[in-house]
């Protein structure tokens, strides 16, 4: 259910046509390297056509050709950081452990009460941010939180996460987060 206007900008595609995406939705066979297109099943075709924003993908091979499935969540996709975009946010980043502290309380901020476990990866997960929660909001709510630590998705194809502070033990912490993905556990 969407509640706000922040929620549907958020669910609005923010991804340009030809965008690499991993895939990592339900369809396991298909996870893996894709390009996006925004969805032109009749229902999503209608949606538009209405004036409302588009909010689902199609997948594409990387040479252009459709791919398996049509109607993708953007929330089942994350876009492919380019080696020249990763180069130039490296002068100011944020590790992910601080990224993970920010998280942490964004979350408790925007919804009190909640309980959320926040952590950060071990080994070749070193990137990733894991987020679990029992009740309250929906994944989409905790996704519409969470999706600026990855990128804004603005004109063009800059995909660079926004810059935050976080302080912790009394110490501030600034830069781009170094979050290659956030993997969200709703219970």
Not at 68 to 76: C, E, G, K, M, N
Not at 89 to 104: D, E, G, M, N
Not at 140 to 164: C, E, K, N, W, Y
Request: proline content about 6%; charged content about 20%; glycine content about 10%.
């Amino acid at each position: 259910m969407i509640t706000n206007a922040a929620d549907v900008a958020y669910l609005a595609l923010r991804l340009p046509a030809g965008t690499r995406v991993t895939y990592h939705g339900t369809d396991v066979v298909s996870h893996g390297e894709w390009t996006v297109q925004p969805c032109a099943c009749r229902s999503c075709t209608a949606y538009t056509l209405s004036g409302r924003a588009a909010k689902r993908y199609e997948l594409y091979t990387l040479d252009g050709k459709r791919g398996p499935l049509v109607h993708v969540r953007h929330t089942s996709v994350t876009p492919v950081v380019s080696t020249d975009e990763m180069g130039e946010a490296l002068w100011a980043t944020l590790p992910t452990k601080y990224a993970a502290a920010h998280l942490r309380k964004e979350l408790r901020r925007i919804f009190p009460g909640v309980k959320f476990s926040v952590r950060t990866g071990q080994g070749k997960d070193r990137w990733q941010i894991f987020v679990g929660w029992t009740g309250g909001p929906s994944r989409t709510r905790v996704s519409a939180v969470a999706a600026p630590l990855l990128a804004q998705f603005g004109p063009g194809d800059r995909r660079r996460p926004r810059h935050i502070s976080v302080t912790v033990a009394g110490r501030v912490h600034s830069g781009m987060p170094m979050v290659e993905a956030i993997k969200l556990d709703h219970k």
